[in-house]
């Protein structure tokens, strides 16, 4: 059974910082890549950040590039995702998933099961 459970969202001004953590339930989870999605009021779900299998190589939505740290931990099936310069634009519901994709491949979700997500909120 698959399962990720999301935490470490809040309510921060902007400029503030938030670091997320994921708890991810999978089999092979040291053998995929691993991802962060988030999904803003009346829009899709996109893509935020991947990060290999051994965390050797990250990928980031151009959105957040420079402002976002995509990590892991294989020893504890953990997935991290620290945010600084946080803007209005990043208040979202986020999730992670395993994650499928390349730097020429668009990023996507590699199993249809979602947690609850954590709400990010960033006010001007």
């Known amino acids: 059974q698959v399962q990720f459970l999301e935490s470490g969202g809040g309510a921060v001004q902007a400029g503030g910082s938030l670091r997320l953590s994921c708890a991810a339930s999978?089999?092979?989870?040291?053998?995929?890549?691993m991802g962060w999605f988030r999904q803003a009021p009346g829009k899709d779900r996109e893509f935020v950040a991947a990060v290999s299998w051994n965390g050797g190589a990250t990928f980031y939505a151009d959105s957040v590039k420079g402002r976002f740290t995509i990590s892991r931990d294989n020893a504890k099936n953990m997935v991290y995702l620290q945010m600084s310069d946080l803007g209005p634009e990043d208040t979202a519901v986020y999730y992670c998933?395993?994650?499928?994709?390349?730097?020429?491949?668009?990023?996507?979700?590699?199993?249809?099961?979602w947690g609850q997500g954590t709400q990010v909120t960033v006010s001007s």
């Open positions: 998933n395993a994650a499928s994709g390349s730097s020429k491949m668009p990023w996507g979700p590699e199993y249809n099961t």
């Open positions: 999978m089999p092979d989870f040291n053998s995929y890549a």
